[in-house]
């Protein structure tokens, strides 16, 4: 079945360095992917998402390129803020009926 | 953006009762969905809901859990009875079209079976 894989647990970074989540996942299907993240007690919210293979897309500082010959969706940032500071998933659709398979979820924390 | 809202936020029941979780939607989206998160787990797609009907459902959607949303008003996810494995963080989330269309979520109902 369809799966989802993210770096696991915890990443700790000090303020200004680069952010690169990692996610890959595993279908039979046509892929979209979608980055969510969450802030503590918040809903998680869109973040970033793409169809394209090999197209970059870009949301408030971060972006991720689909790469489908890797199976690869990582998530990048070039400068980490404090603010960034929150629990990230990778989600997989491949379904008609709008299912998301979803990864375990990063968490991310900055530190001055 | 748009908001989705769960109530309660948190909720103890003893095993055996029953219990019904409730989300407010986007007010123009028609897509429903419900997903489930034990401590420490992943986010699990537990079923989605369109013109008043399921259209898909997880093997974690037992016969003990039921949809609804009766004449516009909340979507709900009733659970009858609970179980100890019923403890979870649920997601309600929506959205407006189907297929590979963005989801929008809610901030979650804690749910404690003791």
């Excluded at chain 1, 996610?23 to 169809?51: D, G, I, M, R």
């Excluded at chain 1, 998530?75 to 008609?96: E, I």
């Amino acid at each position: 079945g369809d799966s989802v894989t993210q770096t696991e647990g915890l990443v700790t970074l000090t303020e200004g360095l680069p952010v690169m989540l990692n996610c890959t996942y595993q279908t039979a299907y046509s892929t979209f992917l979608f980055w969510y993240v969450q802030h503590l007690n918040e809903a998680p919210k869109l973040l970033l998402k793409s169809s394209t293979d090999n197209k970059r897309t870009e949301h408030q500082g971060f972006h991720a390129t689909l790469h489908k010959s890797s199976s690869s969706f990582h998530l990048q940032k070039s400068s980490a803020q404090l603010s960034d500071s929150a629990l990230y998933y990778c989600a997989l659709n491949t379904g008609g009926n709008n299912k998301l398979t979803f990864g375990q979820g990063t968490v991310l924390s900055v530190i001055p | 953006g748009p908001k989705v809202l769960q109530i309660p936020s948190h909720q103890i029941i003893d095993m055996g009762q029953m219990v019904t979780l409730n989300c407010d939607p986007v007010s123009n989206h028609l897509y429903f969905y419900w997903y489930k998160q034990i401590l420490g787990q992943q986010m699990e797609f537990l079923v989605n809901f369109y013109n008043g009907k399921v259209m898909e459902k997880s093997k974690l959607f037992k016969d003990q859990f039921s949809v609804e949303r009766p004449d516009g008003s909340y979507f709900t996810l009733k659970i009858q009875p609970t179980a100890l494995e019923d403890s979870a963080v649920y997601f309600c989330a929506s959205s407006r079209q189907g297929r590979q269309d963005t989801q929008y979520f809610g901030p979650g109902t804690r749910l404690l079976v003791l």
